[in-house]
Each structure stands twice: as structure tokens, then as C-alpha cells.
């Protein structure tokens, strides 16, 4: 029900978009959040937003780089990331938390639906 699209290669210093797309899920009442996980790492709340879309997450470590938006009637998240570094380098997953559940309850691990991962590898 979860698709995530957009990883790949890329240089230090460059973008990528990662998309989420959903099907069978009325996306509009659900938070939603994008987790990664790099080698060795634990898994991290890279960015979150709130169902109504007005509340936004993100870690400190991509705070000014990475902007999370959401499109309810398209069903789909995105997570737009720029000025990528090394250490972005993790599979990162698309998350559905609980219907009209808060950006902190995902954060925690209330999560309905978890999607598979588009690896991202920051690299020269």
C-alpha cells in the first residue's frame, strides 16, 4: 500500500526528491513520516508531518536541507532533499501512523502502515 520511489546515487552537495506513494489509504487523516537507517545505525525519524499538514519534524541533522510536503488528493509524500552529505547515506521508508494521530505518536512508533525502503547513497 506503500510505494517509495526516488533514491539513488549522488554526489555530495546534490538533491534528491524521494516520493510515497499510497493506495487504499485516505491519506488526508493520517500523519506521515519518513524514517532511515543507515548501515550500523538505529533508525531515525528523518522528518514527520501532521495529517492536517500545518506541522512539521525534522532531526536536527537535516534541519535547513530536507522539507517534508504531503499531497492528500494525489496520495502521495515527498521528501525533498538538498545539499545531501555522506552521512544521509540509509535506506529510507515511508511511515503511515495512526488515523488523526499526532507527529509525536509516530515518532514513537504508532505506525499503521510501514512501506520498503529507497536507498539513498551520498557519494563522490
Known amino acids: 500500500q506503500l510505494q517509495a520511489s526516488g533514491g539513488g546515487l549522488v554526489q555530495p552537495g546534490g538533491s534528491l526528491r524521494l516520493s510515497c506513494a499510497t493506495s487504499g489509504i485516505n491519506l488526508s487523516i493520517y500523519p506521515v513520516g519518513w524514517s532511515r537507517q543507515a548501515p550500523g545505525k538505529e533508525r531515525e525519524f528523518a522528518a514527520t508531518?501532521?495529517?492536517?499538514?500545518?506541522?512539521?519534524y525534522y532531526a536536527d541533522s537535516v534541519k535547513g536541507r530536507f522539507t517534508i510536503t504531503r499531497d492528500n488528493a494525489k496520495g502521495t509524500v515527498y521528501l525533498e532533499m538538498n545539499n545531501l552529505k555522506p552521512e544521509d547515506t540509509a535506506s529510507y521508508y515511508c511511515?503511515?501512523?495512526?488515523?488523526?494521530?499526532?507527529?509525536?505518536?509516530?515518532?514513537?512508533?504508532?505506525?499503521?502502515?510501514w512501506g520498503k525502503g529507497t536507498l539513498v547513497t551520498v557519494s563522490s
Open positions: 511511515v503511515v501512523g495512526k488515523r488523526y494521530g499526532t507527529g509525536p505518536q509516530l515518532r514513537g512508533g504508532a505506525a499503521d502502515y
Open positions: 508531518i501532521t495529517w492536517k499538514g500545518g506541522g512539521t
